[in-house]
């Protein structure tokens, strides 16, 4: 008999563990279930270099400051340490190595038909709930874009979420494909080990980190753009995020390495060529392509469309009653997959699906 629970959340990460805040403070009785041995959800992954775009007031889970410097710009490090001492203070069932295998409809005692959704785990236990929040983001899920040659190529192959480090690229020659945060990030720490391109569609697009003193993040928030669903439009232009930049970003690439180029055509071998007809030899393709939502798991027909992303509104599925999501890039605004977003979200979802 699968035990019973009025919300049940997948995943122990930032947006996770802000859902269940959430949930504890409109009354609920979270469940949280999370893959790893410890609630941190991807951050124990990431490069070891990484820092936070947004400082850290500006960074912050419901209910809990970014301890240290407020107009500093914290690393890996300290989120992790950051999600595991809000988990612990978090009076919430967290129940860490439950890895999630299935979401479907059901009907468990006590629960309108239709209502009520079971969830099973990897050990085979399953539970039961007439609100299941997907909160596992997208860390498992690398998007491995369509690019002629790749599969074939006889070079080294990496996605940004295999990249930890900058040492082991030593005297060798990288092409980076994407041109977000991440990659210009990545680039310019590997630019003092190795010779390094950045190979985009569109040329990138820089925004200051700061103007007239104060971080971007928080005129977002001032002028509303940061909650603004049609803010994608505006700030992408349809061309891609742009990077935040106190300056040294700009500057780096300025110098020729790392260098900026249009996409090549195709791979070939161990060869790039070039949009030219040039051709050069790569050790190495890293792609710094972004991911798709990790939500495997939903196994019922119709929760997600034929590319595998979830079917909601503002975080709402459109399709089984009950089913909401928090951590979504771009779910209902500029800032719902970071830490400063991901609580509004949840209090959107949590509002919505209440009967």
């Known amino acids: 008999m699968p035990h019973r629970f009025d919300t049940i959340i997948i995943g122990g990460g930032q947006a996770g563990l802000a859902t269940a805040r959430v949930a504890l403070d409109l009354g609920l009785t979270p469940l949280v279930l999370e893959a790893a041995r410890s609630a941190a959800g991807s951050w124990p992954h990431y490069y070891d270099s990484l820092a936070l775009f947004s400082p850290a007031r500006r960074s912050a889970l419901p209910g809990a400051p970014f301890p240290g410097d407020p107009d500093g710009y914290p690393t890996r490090d300290e989120v992790i340490a950051y999600l595991a001492g809000y988990a612990e203070r978090l009076d919430a069932d967290i129940r860490t190595g439950h890895r999630v295998v299935k979401v479907a409809a059901g009907v468990g005692a006590g629960a309108r038909p239709g209502r009520a959704l079971e969830v099973a785990v990897e050990s085979g236990e399953s539970f039961t709930a007439p609100a299941v929040i997907a909160a596992t983001g997208a860390f498992s899920r690398p998007h491995r874009p369509d690019v002629p040659g ?5 070079g080294t192959v990496l996605h940004s979420s295999q990249y930890r480090r900058p040492g082991e690229f030593a005297g060798g020659r990288v092409v980076i494909v994407g041109g ?9 720490e590997l630019a003092g080990h190795c010779r390094v391109t950045l190979a985009t569609r569109h040329p990138l697009r820089f925004m200051p980190q700061r103007v007239a003193g104060v971080d971007m993040h928080l005129w977002l928030q001032r002028t509303g753009l940061d909650a603004a669903g049609w803010a994608r439009r505006l700030l992408t232009g349809g061309k891609g995020t742009p990077v935040f930049d106190t300056g040294t970003y700009r500057d780096a690439i300025a110098t020729g390495n790392p260098d900026r180029r249009p996409l090549f055509t195709h791979l070939e071998g161990d060869h790039v060529v070039w949009a030219d007809g040039t ?12 991911y798709r939502p990790g939500v495997d798991y939903l196994a019922d027909p119709g929760a997600l469309d034929q590319a595998g992303m979830p079917r909601h509104r503002g975080g709402i599925s459109i399709t089984h009653p009950g089913l909401g999501y928090v951590g979504l890039e771009w779910q209902r605004s500029f800032a719902s997959a970071t830490l400063r977003g991901v609580g509004a979200d949840a209090r959107h979802v949590l509002t919505g699906l209440r009967p």
């Open 279 to 290: 051709r050069e030899r790569v050790e190495v393709v890293l792609l710094a392509t972004g």
């Open 180 to 188: 977000g945060n991440s990659a210009v990030q990545i680039a310019i």
């Open 150 to 154: 790749l599969d074939s190529f006889t």
